[in-house]
């Protein structure tokens, strides 16, 4: 079982950077891998990007690529957000998920992870 929490969310004028985190319970961190998602208000939560349980790759949707960027510290059981260049169409809420199956073309999907955090708001105003 796996508990995650983000934080760093708020509020930020266009063009700025916020840094969101998602810690984690649970001594598999190192295993997992860890995706961002995001759920603008009335529209379907949508993947902004995943990072493999070493690092060693990382794959984004194309609407953040270039401006997003996924990172971990397995030692300090976190996954780190990094958003720059923000846009007003980036405002939602952020979730963290953790999934236990490997790597593959499913890190988009919802269904491929097991384990979410309760989400944290980003705001961009223009």
């Known amino acids: 079982q796996v508990q995650l929490v983000e934080s760093g969310g708020g509020l930020v004028q266009a063009g700025g950077s916020l840094r969101l985190s998602c810690a984690a319970s649970?001594?598999?961190?190192?295993?997992?891998?860890m995706g961002w998602f995001r759920q603008a208000p009335m529209k379907e939560r949508e993947f902004v990007g995943a990072?493999?349980?070493?690092?060693?790759?990382?794959y984004y949707a194309t609407s953040v690529k270039g401006r997003f960027s996924i990172s971990r510290d397995n030692a300090k059981n976190t996954a780190y957000l990094q958003m720059n260049s923000l846009k007003p169409e980036d405002t939602a809420v952020y979730y963290c998920?953790?999934?236990?199956?490997?790597?593959?073309?499913?890190?988009?999907?919802?269904?491929?992870?097991?384990?979410w955090g309760q989400g944290t708001q980003v705001t961009v105003s223009s």
């Open positions: 990072i493999r349980w070493d690092g060693g790759n990382t």
């Open positions: 649970g001594r598999t961190f190192s295993s997992y891998t």
């Open positions: 998920a953790a999934a236990e199956t490997a790597w593959s073309p499913g890190i988009v999907q919802s269904t491929h992870y097991d384990y």
